[in-house]
């Protein structure tokens, strides 16, 4: 490992959002884990130690993001789906991302993760489901490249959809694979790259949702997972379309349909959840089901409001997610959260939510969630994944009197002053260390165009 790391005289600490915040004390980090907390703040370095003075920051636990998906980064803020409900907004982007290739795989993977980074997340997953006819290249493999080089912690999800436009689906036919296809190169990614326990590299099983798979393939995928000790997510009561196709297609609602293909557990992650009846909700507590809450998505898309504080209330575990930056238009992590706090409070008022409860979610919920061990607190022995905040500038002044949850209530600029992820320093002093930052925007601003133009889209 690197040498040893000293956050020396923190301004304000945050080991967990249960317990209260430690002004003025020193963190050593060392071999990948907090080494030593010092409340009295009198740890003295030695010369194999970098020293970071943190008398202006606020350092809490990296953030962790349960869902996503990479490829889109290269399609933001498209005119034509600007407004555009889900199923629309899907039809179109279609057409265009079946043209993605493995450059395209790499740069905007790298793009995704870089802007997570520089917002304080440091694990994530990332929901790929599209496998294009004649990819050329180990999609998985493409995407662990970029992790390791920019130093995040990362637990993809092998994606997959069958059902296209002639099957009663929504994709065509050029990115869809057949169930068989689906569930052997799921296999092979768990034994090449899943890492059980403690790691920095895990593998999800993922099928895309209700609308995009078939049943058969939504429960072989259940049993491989499950054979592998390997997490399940999907898409899940995102829209009322995606309900009254489940019930035209299957005679159930997607929840049912779901139960019905062994698909609901503590080993399983929905994105959304928007949907859910009270007895829905009262069922995906019985079997310990998850959610990935994805709130700027919801509003940009106009889906409707997940109920969040039920779900609190009742004890369902919810992280919190960027979702796909075509119908986000960012990978901000930070600034996620501060949507989930007040989109919560347009629905149940002012103290629906707070700002440690947001923490929580955005953590030790979401690191539960992927299942990444020793992460989401910061605590001696745990992994040394964190995310360093200056307030010391203009938007924060007048903030003190709460420095944590000055992060959600204040603020201009969500980037981190520094983000620790494993023990090293991966954004130094606001800039990415893995890659160069202005070679990363203009080559996806090359690609992006590659693809558009490949698809006949003018800008």
Not at 99 to 126: F, P, Q, R, W, Y
Not at 191 to 216: D, R, W
Not at 217 to 226: D, E, G, I, K
Not at 441 to 447: H, L, N, P, Q
């Amino acid at each position: 490992m690197s040498k040893k790391i000293l956050l020396k005289d923190i301004l304000c600490l945050r080991k967990d959002f249960d317990s209260p915040s430690i002004k003025g004390c020193d963190m050593l980090i060392q071999d990948g884990v907090i080494k030593t907390i010092s409340e009295k703040g009198d740890l003295v370095p030695d010369s194999n130690t970098k020293i970071i003075d943190c008398s202006n920051y606020t350092v809490i636990p990296g953030l962790v993001n349960t869902h996503h998906h990479f490829y889109q980064t290269l399609t933001r803020n498209l005119p034509e789906v600007q407004d555009a409900k889900l199923f629309d907004w899907l039809t179109y982007l279609y057409e265009i991302w079946k043209g993605i290739d493995a450059e395209a795989v790499n740069v905007s993977s790298t793009l995704a993760m870089a802007e997570l980074l520089k917002t304080g997340c440091t694990a994530t997953t990332d929901h790929h489901y599209l496998y294009p006819q004649g990819f050329d290249g180990d999609m998985m493999g493409i995407q662990f490249e970029a992790a390791d080089k920019l130093g995040m912690r990362f637990s993809p999800t092998r994606g997959s959809m069958s059902l296209s436009k002639k099957d009663g689906g929504l994709p065509p036919d050029s990115v869809v694979q057949t169930d068989q296809e689906i569930l052997d190169d799921s296999e092979r990614c768990i034994k090449q790259y899943h890492v059980p326990g403690n790691s920095m590299h895990k593998i999800v099983l993922a099928p895309c949702s209700p609308f995009s798979v078939t049943k058969e393939l939504m429960t072989q995928t259940s049993r491989l997972a499950r054979k592998y000790g390997v997490r399940l997510h999907t898409h899940l009561c995102e829209t009322f379309d995606e309900n009254d196709f489940c019930l035209q297609m299957y005679g159930k609602r997607p929840l049912d349909l779901m139960k019905e293909c062994e698909m609901v557990g503590p080993d399983v992650f929905f994105a959304h959840g928007i949907h859910f009846n009270d007895e829905e909700l009262k069922e995906l507590k019985r079997t310990d089901s998850n959610i990935a809450h994805c709130p700027s998505s919801n509003m940009r898309l106009g889906s409707g409001i997940c109920r969040v504080k039920d779900m609190i209330d009742l004890g369902i575990n919810v992280g919190i997610a960027v979702d796909g930056s075509a119908s986000n238009d960012s990978s901000d992590m930070l600034g996620e959260l501060r949507e989930a706090l007040l989109l919560q409070r347009v629905k149940y008022g002012s103290g629906a939510l707070k700002a440690d409860q947001v923490f929580k979610m955005g953590t030790i919920n979401g690191a539960n969630m992927l299942g990444f061990t020793n992460t989401g607190k910061l605590r001696e022995g745990w992994n040394a994944d964190m995310a360093i905040f200056d307030v010391s500038t203009i938007p924060y002044a007048g903030s003190f009197s709460d420095n944590s949850a000055s992060l959600l209530f204040c603020g201009t600029n969500h980037n981190t002053a520094y983000t620790i992820v494993n023990g090293k320093i991966v954004v130094d002093n606001g800039e990415l260390v893995g890659v160069d930052e202005k070679e990363l925007a203009s080559r996806a601003r090359e690609v992006s165009k590659k693809l558009l133009d490949k698809a006949g889209v003018v800008e």
